[in-house]
């Protein structure tokens, strides 16, 4: 296939165009919006791409091609980092001869995301080069960047996108095989950069210092940073998809449009911000630059801390700059999400709301059951934490409200980090027991269908070793596991719900069922791969 020339491409799919170009070894990664397409997108392309079972996996393989000296590309969501940061935080200390890119999608706005959290605190906590791109050829671009940046440090490098990037299209010019195609991989014996006992992580950590201090000084001379001439009474230093709003609400400014957001070329936005009478950092989420700026010295402008919140646009940017901290008016209300008819989960919400129960609920498609009309669910917190969480309520409530608790988690939360729920479940039992009920609709539909270790297919949708949920809970010593479809008899299975809560023991109710809108393709993947057979 001809990758050179023009594209009409958006942020995802850029970077799985790079990664594709750069001839990339092995992407991996966990699904999460609004990164899931970057994946699929590589695959689609001829890449090598799978899922791993969560985002902290996917960052240890991606390690492991990358300590093999191959290349790798390691995507997730903004909280995805948060289940990585582990890793995340050694692997910033380790010579790593390959290409290790880890890319966080950030969602400011909550789109699609439990919170807000501004994942440029994580190259500084960590001490991982961070590029930020502003658009899909800068996306593409810089993963190329990336690579480079990489192999020359021995470091992994962090590419941060946020939703507009990831789903805007521009036209992105590719360059085809651009990067010198990485050595073939070989492993090469570095216990003492590699293996980060005490001993080793002490130097290993004075070291990556040495190198920020040394990349700090590369991007001052050569890093992806811009300055666009304009007026001298007004200033804008920006980054990401702030930079596109800043040009349309302010095209008389002058801007310095950062590139590399960790670490940042401060000597070279000092002299940005003598040329200019007045000088803003404008960014959408926390204020990052803003508070590294104003902690060298230099004078520069926060945004209003209205502006925080959610995602900017032109709008809100020629607001920043006038310093409107007026009440903006509300967007007009969207059509509120909601599960699809037929869909599996209703069934179930249904029921648990006739019960009365308390609902530790977790993150997919059946969070839906928090809003009209079900309001079955009382807590969410992140994926996993359902079992976690219904555990504590179970060991701090009386015994009747004790007895009313239950955990709800779907089939793919599940492999992700509901395992470890399950075995604190058997190793530390509430005196009440607990109940678990798992909602096995045969995908992970939130994100758009991908597939987990427990369908038994790759992300192509190829077969591979498939575990059966049930075997998994029941060879960690949970005796009661029931296997139901709601939807066929919701009284049995409301019956089935009030007797094991009813019991103090530990009970598994899984809800088998596929998500009505995975049907047809699954049914299709199994027939083709039989045929494969
Ligand atoms: C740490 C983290 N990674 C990824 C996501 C994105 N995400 C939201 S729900 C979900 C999985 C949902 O799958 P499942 O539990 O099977 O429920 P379903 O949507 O199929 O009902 C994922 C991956 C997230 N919210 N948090
Ligand atoms: S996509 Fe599937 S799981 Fe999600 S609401 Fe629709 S039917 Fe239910």
Redesign the pocket.
């Known amino acids: 296939m001809d990758n050179k020339g023009k594209q009409l491409l958006n942020g995802d799919e850029a970077v799985a165009a790079a990664a594709f170009d750069a001839g990339i070894t092995l992407g991996t990664g966990?699904?999460?919006?609004p990164s899931?397409e970057i994946l699929e997108e590589f695959e689609r392309l001829g890449g090598h791409a799978q899922w791993a079972p969560?985002?902290k996996v996917a960052l240890e393989v991606g390690i492991g091609v990358a300590i093999a000296g191959g290349r790798t590309v390691v995507t997730?969501?903004h909280?995805?980092?948060?289940?990585a940061a582990d890793p995340l935080f050694t692997v910033a200390l380790m010579d790593i001869p390959g290409a290790l890119v880890i890319v966080s999608a950030d969602d400011p706005g909550m789109s699609?995301?439990?919170n807000e959290q501004d994942n440029r605190r994580y190259a500084v906590a960590a001490g991982v080069v961070m590029l930020e791109p502003s658009d899909a050829q800068e996306a593409y671009e810089f993963t190329l960047r990336a690579i480079e940046i990489a192999e020359c440090w021995h470091l992994p490098v962090m590419l941060r996108l946020t939703t507009r990037v990831c789903h805007s299209k521009t036209l992105v010019m590719r360059e085809g095989v651009s990067v010198p195609q990485s050595r073939v991989p070989e492993y090469v014996r570095n216990v003492s950069r590699r293996s980060m006992i005490p001993a080793n992580a002490r130097p290993a950590h004075k070291k990556l210092r040495e190198s920020l201090a040394q990349i700090a000084q590369w991007n001052e001379r050569s890093g992806p940073t811009e300055v666009i001439a304009g007026s001298g009474t007004l200033g804008i230093i920006t980054s990401g998809i702030s930079y596109q709003h800043v040009r349309e609400a302010a095209p008389e400014a002058s801007v310095l449009k950062i590139g590399m957001t960790h670490p940042l070329p401060m000597e070279t936005i000092e002299r940005f911000a003598a040329t200019v009478d007045r000088c803003i950092a404008i960014e959408e989420g926390d204020p990052y630059l803003y508070e590294a700026i104003r902690t060298a010295g230099i004078e520069v402008e926060d945004k209003p801390s209205m502006y925080r919140f959610g995602e900017l646009n032109i709008q809100r940017v020629r607001r920043i700059i006038a310093g409107d901290c007026s009440t903006e008016a509300k967007p007009v209300p969207g059509k509120p999400p909601a599960l699809c008819p037929g869909c599996p989960?209703r069934t179930v919400f249904t029921s648990l709301k006739a019960l009365n129960c308390i609902v530790s609920g977790?993150?997919?498609?059946?969070?839906l059951g928090v809003l009209p009309p079900f309001e079955a669910i009382d807590i969410s917190v992140?994926?996993?934490a359902s079992i976690g969480v219904g555990l504590g309520l179970r060991h701090a409530l009386a015994e009747p409200e004790a007895k009313r608790v239950i955990s709800v988690?779907?089939?793919?939360?599940?492999?992700?980090?509901?395992l470890t729920g399950i075995a604190e479940m058997v190793y530390n039992p509430p005196k009440t027991g607990h109940v678990v009920l798992l909602?096995?609709?045969?995908?992970?539909?939130?994100?758009g269908?991908?597939e987990?270790p427990g369908t038994g297919r790759t992300l192509d949708h190829h077969k591979t070793g498939k575990i059966l949920i049930e075997e998994v809970i029941k060879s960690m010593g949970i005796k009661n596991v029931h296997i139901v479809d709601a939807t066929r008899d919701p009284a049995a299975f409301e019956g089935l719900i009030q007797s094991s809560l009813d019991k103090s023991e530990l009970s598994v109710i899984i809800n088998r069922r596929p998500?009505l809108l995975?049907v047809k393709s699954i049914k299709e993947y199994e027939k083709c791969n039989e045929q494969n057979n």
């Open positions: 966990y699904p999460g919006t899931t969560n985002e997730m969501k909280v995805g980092l948060n289940v699609s995301s439990q989960h977790d993150i997919g498609c059946y969070g992140c994926m996993g988690i779907g089939d793919g939360t599940f492999f992700h980090s509901g909602l096995d609709n045969g995908t992970t539909a939130m994100t269908m991908q987990h998500c995975a």
